[in-house]
């Protein structure tokens, strides 16, 4: 089983979303990120070369961005966004990846 670990930074991003969403996605982490989370799946993928993570959870319209660590026994949630058509905010700002 894999240690979930999230960063402040991700912490705050958190913070911006209502209660019931702050559960969903913690929900999301919990149940697709403790077991295998180096496997691709439907809501799981690897990212493009970028400065923000490695990999992108899909939590509905939210998106946990993580890396991996110590073969894949820890994982870092570094940034928490959430998906309005084609473009990701994170903390209320657009971003680019």
Known sequence: MAEIKITNDAYIDLQWFRKHDRVKVLDSIKNQLTTQPATETTNRKIL????????????????????????????????IGQKKGQILYIRGEEFLI
């Open 48 to 79: 493009r070369s970028n400065s923000l993570a490695t990999w992108e959870l899909r939590a509905g319209v939210f998106r946990v961005f993580y890396n991996l660590e110590d073969d894949s026994k820890t994982v870092i949630i570094v940034a």
